[in-house]
């Protein structure tokens, strides 16, 4: 007979929980203040080493592709620790006087390509001045060419070429006409062209007197009409020759005075800018639009610069003569040796990547380089652009365009429906790129992290560094101090009512229970906020300074309280028997199991 093989039984006793154990209790005396106005804010981040470690590296390496995912459940802290990292790394970059790259950049005319606007790169907070700049001289020219042309002298000398011009056409005029009388005509000039008329005795030849004239006669006057005729056809000629010559000796003369008047300004502010490539072309090519265009710049009246109210608030018209004069500071950055720190709250494509407006005109939409707006991408240059993922993710475009612009680093405004619905819209202005120096800070959890790794190709080029925040830290002496100096932070950022021990203590109980476990405390500090702030009320409720243990209860009994009613419906369907659940005795092949509800702001078993 076989033997029958006897299991060795399992030591239950170590598993059994005694009752103490079933709830961790912090002791109001392990701590050796009396009120939290007795601590001080934490100086680093408690709980999040290991993200601190990942943005530290992120934030310190330059090269491309080292930008930043950050993944983490809600209320872990992650934006004022991302700002407080992007804050001290700005300032240690100062201190160590790293040199930024910040810039401003300003959208001037293309002479060459009207619809291609020009981009003009200028050190941080130099931008303004150098549209103040070109708005001065706008000005200047229009005073000193305006009085250089009312002048006496350039008066007199006009009028000087005009007069000598009209007497050498009345010489030669007069010259015809003597020609004429001598050959027996006169000739008589008319809006409808030039008559030459034959003369006989002193008077005009009759028609009649013209018929009875021999065949010999009548070719005699022929040929000598048709030599006055040559002759006042050449004097006609030369008399043009001497229009052309006058308006050209009127040209010279009025490009002479332009450019002796133009001449010092723009000298001027050329030695200013000899350094800068780009904008001494471009006022070489304004200085050569002004010559070029000097009736019309000095048509431009003075009220149209702003004198006369209705003048100035009309919309330009297409040929706006100072149209190349206007300067659009596209992005400005006063602080040259500092870092910008943009957070995109609403990434749509024109709020990042910059957009064209228009303004309507004649039944239509114009639109110029003044109209170019920036984006957050090219304000963040230089600097830091935190955007959340989930958001980005939303809006049509915006990820795909942020992928080729963090990769190609550049960027320029265009038109979203340009991009939506590309062949539809008529072609608008090409805005030359801005090349772009920044670190991304996008914000997202850890779902979103690996769907983006597993089906983007792109992503791990783009983001190369992964900072997690972690929703638990373990339950240690020093992190229990520390919940005691965050509630010190809280209360100051929030301007609430400082905590006695108690209720400090109370406070570091709940960041043990939404933890889930005994040994860890919760990182979430924005749920600690918020028990405080309502712990607040109930000790303003009461009267008192502080807030204490029976307030921060009173708080967490409250929310419960207010979010317990599927709780206590499932409740009252046990007690009905509608859900059979049983308690007591025992049922072969049958396990109680415990079934968790968690309803985001609460969860019960």
Request: some cysteine; aromatic content about 8%.
């Given at each position: ?570 409740r009252e369907l046990m007690v009905r028997g509608v859900l059979m659940v049983d308690l007591k005795g025992a049922r072969v092949g049958q396990v109680n199991g415990l079934a968790v509800y968690d309803l985001g702001d609460i969860s019960f078993g």
């Open positions: 007979m076989a033997k029958t093989r006897t299991r060795p039984s399992i030591d239950l006793s170590k598993f059994e929980i005694s009752i103490p154990d079933l709830r961790w209790r912090c002791d109001p005396g392990r701590f050796k203040f009396d009120c939290t106005d007795e601590l001080e804010p934490p100086s680093s981040f408690v709980g999040q080493d290991r993200a601190a470690a990942a943005l530290e590296v992120g934030l310190g390496v330059t090269r491309p592709g080292f930008n930043i995912f950050v993944t983490g459940m809600t209320g872990t802290g992650r934006a004022p620790v991302i700002k407080a990292h992007l804050k001290e790394s700005v300032e240690k970059r100062k201190r160590e006087h790293i040199p930024g790259t910040t810039a401003d950049w300003c959208y001037v005319f293309n002479f060459e390509h009207p619809d291609q606007p020009r981009a003009l790169r200028f050190p941080g907070g130099q931008g303004a001045v150098f549209a103040g700049r070109v708005a001065e001289i706008q000005e200047t020219l229009m005073r000193d060419l305006r009085n250089a042309f009312q002048s006496d002298a350039y008066q007199a000398e006009t009028k000087r070429i005009a007069e000598e011009a009209n007497n050498r056409k009345q010489a030669a005029l007069r010259e015809a006409e003597q020609f004429a009388l001598e050959r027996g005509f006169v000739i008589q000039m008319s809006p409808v062209g030039v008559t030459v008329i034959p003369f006989r005795d002193g008077k005009p030849l009759e028609q009649a007197d013209f018929l009875a004239l021999g065949h010999e006669e009548r070719g005699d006057l022929e040929r000598r009409r048709k030599e006055v005729m040559a002759r006042v056809d050449e004097t006609m000629s030369s008399a043009q020759a001497i229009d052309q010559e006058r308006q050209e000796h009127a040209r010279q003369l009025t490009q002479s005075v332009a450019e002796h008047t133009i001449r010092f300004p723009f000298e001027a502010i050329m030695r200013h800018y000899g350094d800068f490539a780009e904008v001494m072309e471009f006022f070489q090519a304004l200085k050569e639009y002004t010559l070029e265009r000097v009736p019309v710049f000095l048509s431009v009246t003075e009220s149209q610069d702003g004198e006369n109210p209705a003048i100035a608030q009309a919309p330009r018209t297409v040929q706006d003569p100072l149209l190349p004069f206007r300067v659009n500071i596209f992005v400005s950055h006063p602080d040259e040796d500092g870092a910008p720190i943009i957070e995109e709250t609403n990434p749509t494509y024109q709020n990042l990547f910059g957009t064209i407006e228009r303004r309507p005109f004649m039944g239509t939409y114009i639109t110029d380089h003044t109209l170019l707006r920036a984006g957050a991408v090219v304000r963040a240059s230089g600097g830091y652009l935190v955007v959340q993922a989930k958001d980005v993710l939303r809006q049509p475009h915006v990820w795909e365009a942020l992928k080729r612009v963090l990769k190609g680093g550049q960027v320029r405004p265009e038109d979203p429906s340009e991009v939506i619905m590309p062949g539809l819209i008529p072609q608008g202005l090409r805005p030359e790129p801005i090349p772009i120096d920044l670190k991304a800070i996008m914000i997202g959890d850890a779902e979103l992290y690996h769907l983006l790794s597993a089906f983007d190709e792109d992503f791990w080029e783009i983001f190369k560094v992964r900072a997690d925040f972690d929703h638990r830290m373990e339950n240690e002496e020093k992190n229990v101090q520390a919940y005691a100096a965050l509630a010190c932070g809280m209360v100051e950022r929030h301007k609430l009512k400082h905590a006695d021990r108690t209720g400090v203590a109370e406070i570091v109980e709940y960041g043990a229970r939404i933890a889930g476990d005994r040994t860890k405390l919760s990182t979430r500090f924005g749920f600690i906020r918020d028990v405080l702030i309502e712990a607040n009320y109930w000790a303003d409720v009461d009267g008192d300074e502080l807030i204490r243990e029976p307030h921060v209860r009173k708080a967490l009994e409250q929310r419960v309280f207010r979010t317990g009613r599927i709780a206590d419906q499932i």
